[in-house]
């Protein structure tokens, strides 16, 4: 099982001092962040992807080549990638250069998006969201898989004989996860592709999580990938912890209680027994994460929100040093010794790899359209 955490890159006013980052100050911390979550032994960073501030979390790609060249191990996600108002031969060549540069730490959780506004941005509309997101990742999957592709839709302008360039590494493209918090075509969608399915749940009861993660699996085993309970499946949460849980509640409430995203409404302690939001010690926060497991079954990747509503670097990175030497390794076991044996682990570059007869050459040698040659030709 893969542990690790997620940003969605907010530009917060720390509530305590008044004082807001500066985007410099924020992007930088970003990297600090990964940094510091492979130092504590944790397996993945994701980043999100927003185009209108206050946040900072544009340009992934570019992100995580920075991060990617200053680490060594950690997976590096998206969460997301907005697949309908990006194009998908963007993404194909963006994120196919990202897996050769990182040696194939890399995969993706592609998401519509929920800021309205974004969408005319990039000659878009929200109301084709849905159809977009179908549209658009069945062309990256065909781009990622065929040397050769010939595309017809509704969204973009045909392509004819189109290769998208560098070919994915070892021949194997990198692992795509379906991120939904509420839209059942979306994890229908995974469900088809026997892609993994994330089910970000930091505002949702444990029975809409339920629900959505139950009607994956159901297609995932539909459709011939597999049985139900070997579906894909990874889960977003929220912590803040201290080593005594009421100085953690102290600490975070006037966080919670401006943040833009869940402040002004239901209390700390009403989101807390609503959510997956833990607030609290160590050991709760190992037991409740246990607990997601009584709801949707043996999964494969747990994603922390962490560096959110305002909280200082210096607090982020505390955080991370209690979540990577006190929960992560607790979690690793117990995790591991309530799985049975027929549950795969998170798919990797390796594993992939080895599930498609190892690995090939992926270049396609094709005439070049200005010379007349091909790359033969100049040996």
Do not use: C
């Not at 099982?1 to 008044?18: E, L, R, S």
């Not at 069945?138 to 998208?164: I, M």
């Not at 070997?230 to 912590?239: D, E, K, N, R």
């Amino acid at each position: 099982m893969q542990f690790g955490i997620f940003t969605v890159g907010d530009v917060t006013p720390d509530p305590t001092t008044g004082r807001t980052p500066t985007e410099h100050e924020r992007i930088k911390a970003t990297v600090a962040i990964a940094r510091k979550a492979e130092e504590v032994g944790l397996d993945v960073f994701a980043t999100g992807e927003h185009h209108n501030p206050p946040f900072i979390a544009s340009a992934p790609t570019t992100t995580l080549a920075y991060i990617g060249a200053q680490t060594e191990r950690i997976v590096l996600s998206t969460a997301t990638t907005l697949i309908t108002t990006t194009d998908p031969v963007l993404i194909a060549e963006n994120y196919a250069k990202l897996q050769h540069l990182t040696d194939g730490r890399v995969d993706l959780m592609m998401g519509r998006g929920n800021t309205g506004p974004v969408y005319p941005w990039f000659g878009k509309d929200i109301r084709d969201g849905i159809p977009l997101a179908i549209e658009n990742y069945h062309l990256l999957h065909r781009l990622w898989r065929e040397d050769v592709v010939s595309w017809e839709g509704k969204y973009r302008t045909p392509l004819q004989g189109f290769t998208s360039t560098p070919r994915p590494l070892d021949g194997v493209p990198p692992f795509v996860w379906h991120g939904s918090i509420r839209s059942p075509e979306i994890a229908e969608q995974a469900a088809y592709y026997g892609d993994g399915f994330f089910a970000n749940h930091i505002f949702w009861p444990a029975e809409h999580t339920e629900r959505m993660v139950g009607l994956y699996r159901r297609r995932f085993e539909h459709y011939g990938h597999g049985t139900a309970d070997q579906a894909i499946v990874g889960l977003g949460g929220q912590v803040f912890m201290r080593k005594n849980s009421q100085d953690a509640v102290r600490e975070f409430r006037p966080y919670f209680d401006n943040a833009p995203v869940y402040g002004h409404g239901p209390s700390l302690e009403e989101f807390t027994s609503q959510t997956p939001l833990t607030v609290g010690s160590p050991q709760e926060v190992i037991e409740k994460t246990l607990g997601f497991r009584e709801y949707v079954g043996d999964y494969q990747r747990q994603l922390f929100l962490m560096d959110h509503a305002g909280l200082p670097l210096k607090t982020v990175l505390e955080q991370l040093d209690l979540l990577g030497s006190e929960v992560v390794p607790v979690l690793r076991e117990e995790f591991a010794r309530l799985r049975p044996a027929h549950v795969p682990d998170a798919p990797n570059h390796a594993s992939l790899v080895a599930a498609a007869g190892g690995a090939r050459d992926s270049g396609v040698h094709a005439t070049d359209d200005v010379t007349g040659r091909t790359a033969e030709d100049a040996r």
